[in-house]
């Protein structure tokens, strides 16, 4: 099992910033992909943005050029930092995991954290 917990979210004001975190725990072998999701009221949850185990990274073109996702392996703690805050960035933002295996092929969320951005 693999346990994530995130932490970070709040209030901003549009033009702010936020970081969340996503600190990891348990067994990480064969993830090979985490990402941050957000859903917002009334719609689907989506891709934030997402990281390899190889370091490649991949945005939402909602968000390119305004969050950044990183990693501190001797953390084991993924973050996502968000600045230049829209209104529409409101969402409940969850952390995921993926362990690609061919015998254990799964996801793993966090609780979720919520983010309010107030115009």
């Known amino acids: 099992q693999v346990q994530l917990v995130e932490s970070g979210g709040g209030s901003a004001q549009a033009g702010g910033s936020l970081r969340l975190s996503c600190a990891v725990s348990?067994?990480?072998?064969?993830?090979?992909?985490m990402g941050w999701y957000r859903q917002a009221p009334g719609k689907q949850r989506e891709l934030v943005a997402a990281?390899?185990?190889?370091?490649?990274?991949n945005y939402a073109d909602s968000v390119n050029g305004r969050f950044t996702i990183s990693r501190d392996s001797a953390k084991s703690t993924m973050y996502l930092q968000m600045n230049s805050l829209k209104p529409e960035d409101t969402a409940v933002y969850y952390c995921?995991?993926?362990?690609?295996?061919?015998?254990?092929?799964?996801?793993?969320w966090g609780q979720g954290t919520r983010v309010t951005v107030s115009s």
């Open positions: 990281l390899t185990s190889g370091g490649s990274t």
């Open positions: 995921n995991a993926h362990r690609a295996l061919p015998y254990d092929n799964r996801d793993y």
């Open positions: 348990g067994n990480i072998f064969g993830i090979n992909a």
